[in-house]
């Protein structure tokens, strides 16, 4: 278990070092959503209308809507930014070495899944603050409650890009992959509209988004934010994150998944 915990602490370490040299990374993070938050927002406030919905007790403005989508946006592409490092680190034989060490391949992945969702946890609460710098406010233990729903949805999120990088031969095939991936799990979601808006303009546009699970991880950052529990949108997110996380230890394992073939 020490030995455990040390490389744990030195993968996460490792992730850590390698965002703090990566300062255009954490800016792209936080521009992303505030272009959305300032900019698309402002101009669909007035053709978009909400009714007032859990978790909401009043009307509310088409931004303060959005921010827990936007919050999910942050973890969806920090997630897949991560498993990029991954692909480039199997390619430059570190990831050989990581995964050779003597301890369990589930663990050492969890540890990587670890460091990069702590990290997506941080730039989360950076753009909140940047929210409440304009006026975008929320009930203050709402900033603390949605802590570890940040936390499973970034677990979810991240196990979906470690579960990705493992199918992935190249490098040059990871941006293409990726927002195949990115662009339909954020847009098919309920992080810009409610699902009761896409039940009006098609049933099975609905359908699909409440089948994404980046709906729910969305849905359980909303209603934590506003210090209210989502069983259903846990359950999901829960049931999601183990799958991710089971394909990806099984696409990681020389003896089945495509490791095999790629070192």
Same mark, same amino acid.
């Given at each position: 278990?020490?030995?455990?915990?040390?490389?744990?602490?030195?993968?996460?370490?490792?992730?850590?070092?390698?965002?703090?040299?990566?300062?255009?990374?954490f800016?792209?993070? !936080? &521009?992303?959503? @505030?272009?959305?938050l300032?900019?698309?927002?402002a *101009?669909?406030? #007035?053709? =978009?209308?909400?009714?007032?919905?859990?978790?909401?007790?009043?009307?509310?403005?088409?931004?303060?809507?959005?921010?827990?989508?936007?919050?999910?946006?942050i973890?969806?592409?920090?997630?897949?930014?991560s498993?990029?490092?991954?692909?480039?680190?199997?390619?430059?034989?570190?990831?050989?070495?990581?995964?050779?060490?003597?301890?369990?391949?589930?663990?050492?992945?969890?540890?990587?899944?670890?460091?990069?969702?702590?990290i997506?946890?941080?730039?989360?609460?950076?753009?909140? !603050? &940047?929210?409440? @710098?304009?006026?975008i406010?929320l009930p203050?233990? *709402?900033?603390? #409650?949605? =802590?570890?729903?940040?936390?499973?949805?970034?677990?979810?999120?991240?196990?979906?890009?470690?579960?990705?990088?493992?199918?992935?031969?190249?490098?040059?095939?990871?941006?293409?992959?990726?927002?195949?991936?990115?662009?339909?799990?954020?847009?098919?979601?309920?992080?810009?509209?409610?699902?009761?808006?896409?039940?009006?303009?098609?049933e099975?546009l609905?359908?699909?988004?409440?089948?994404?699970?980046?709906?729910?991880?969305?849905?359980l950052?909303r209603?934590?934010?506003?210090?209210?529990w989502?069983g259903m949108?846990?359950?999901?997110?829960?049931?999601?994150?183990?799958?991710?996380?089971?394909?990806?230890?099984?696409?990681?394992?020389?003896?089945?998944?495509m490791?095999t073939?790629?070192?």
């Open positions: 278990m020490r030995h455990a915990l040390i490389a744990m602490r030195a993968i996460v370490l490792r992730e850590a070092l390698r965002f703090v040299h990566q300062r255009e990374r800016i792209a993070a !936080l &521009v992303r959503p @505030l272009v959305w300032l900019v698309f927002a *101009g669909f406030r #007035a053709a =978009l209308g909400l009714s007032i919905s859990p978790p909401y007790q009043t009307y509310i403005t088409y931004e303060t809507y959005i921010v827990p989508g936007l919050c999910g946006m973890l969806l592409f920090n997630g897949m930014q498993s990029l490092s991954l692909v480039y680190d199997r390619e430059m034989g570190s990831m050989r070495l990581l995964l050779t060490a003597p301890l369990s391949r589930t663990w050492l992945l969890f540890s990587k899944l670890l460091g990069s969702t702590i997506s946890i941080l730039q989360v609460y950076a753009f909140l !603050l &940047v929210a409440w @710098l304009f006026d406010t203050p233990l *709402g900033y603390l #409650a949605v =802590l570890p729903a940040l936390a499973l949805g970034g677990l979810m999120l991240g196990a979906l890009g470690l579960a990705l990088s493992s199918f992935i031969k190249q490098l040059e095939n990871f941006a293409g992959v990726m927002n195949f991936v990115i662009f339909p799990m954020f847009f098919l979601s309920s992080a810009l509209y409610p699902l009761w808006k896409m039940a009006e303009s098609s099975i609905h359908d699909i988004c409440a089948a994404n699970p980046f709906t729910h991880a969305v849905e950052i209603f934590a934010l506003y210090v209210e989502n949108a846990f359950v999901w997110t829960a049931l999601a994150t183990a799958a991710f996380m089971a394909l990806a230890v099984w696409g990681y394992d020389p003896a089945r998944g490791m073939r790629k070192g």
